[in-house]
């Protein structure tokens, strides 16, 4: 298993430019994550979601936007993209806990890297 | 606001020292807390993790200490060793209907010199 995995690693933006990240998990698990992650701020939670077809707001979820069409995948997208915008995205996933998932884990990709000009 | 505060923010230890860092919450909603540990270009893994109703919880070198009334944790590194150097974040989560979701601690970077 690859477990979660983000695309692209690493970009660079102008201000305005919109951009899409993507977030890839094969854990068939039911809730994903997007974070972003800022030196002495420890991670904040974007948006998440709970199931294909169902997203909600976290902590700093202005000038983002996300759509989970497939229960694998999950996009962060940035419209227009603000210099405020540049930082490290993680995305994570965990499992419902049910009779067959007793793991409360969430499992982190590795990052991408965002700067914004 | 930050639901979750950790201390310290930086920390030097030598090889076979102990390792403190020490979190505190706010909403007594919170249901299970656990630590992450992240090196350098990578993504935050799970240490150990504890819930509210036990008191300490040991795995290995690594032990968490709950006090559920102070709403204070700490995480423990016994006989520190120089791959232990990595940021370390403290969590609360809150669960339920909704979804599962973490507040972290603004993080602990540790390093331990040989």
């Known amino acids: 298993n690859a477990g979660v995995t983000q695309t692209p690693k690493f970009r660079v933006l102008k201000t305005g430019q919109s951009m899409t990240l993507l977030c890839a998990q094969d854990?068939?698990?039911?809730?994903m994550y997007w974070y972003r992650q800022d030196p002495g701020m420890g991670l904040r939670l974007i948006h998440y979601s709970v199931g294909e077809g169902t997203t909600a707001k976290g902590e700093v979820p202005d000038g983002y936007n996300v759509s989970r069409l497939k229960k694998q995948n999950f996009l962060l997208g940035l419209e227009s993209a603000a210099p405020s915008q540049t930082s490290v995205y993680f995305c994570?996933?965990?499992?419902?806990?049910?009779?067959?998932?007793?793991?409360?884990?969430?499992?982190f990709g590795p990052g991408t890297r965002l700067l914004v000009l | 606001q930050q639901q979750v505060k950790q201390s310290p923010q930086s920390l030097i230890v030598q090889k076979g020292g102990i390792s403190i860092i020490n979190c505190a919450y706010e909403n007594t909603a919170f249901d299970y807390f656990p630590w992450y540990q992240q090196f350098p270009g990578k993504g935050p893994a799970l240490l150990i993790a504890i819930r509210p109703d036990v008191s300490e919880k040991k795995e290995g070198r690594f032990t968490i200490s709950f006090n559920k009334s102070a709403k204070q944790f700490s995480l423990h590194i016994m006989d520190s060793q120089p791959g232990d150097s990595a940021t370390y974040f403290c969590a609360a989560r809150i669960g339920g209907t909704s979804g599962s979701r973490l507040t972290f601690g603004e993080g602990t970077q540790l390093t331990v010199n040989p």
């Open positions: 994570a996933s965990s499992c419902r806990r049910t009779s067959r998932c007793q793991e409360e884990t969430q499992y």
């Open positions: 854990m068939n698990h039911e809730y």
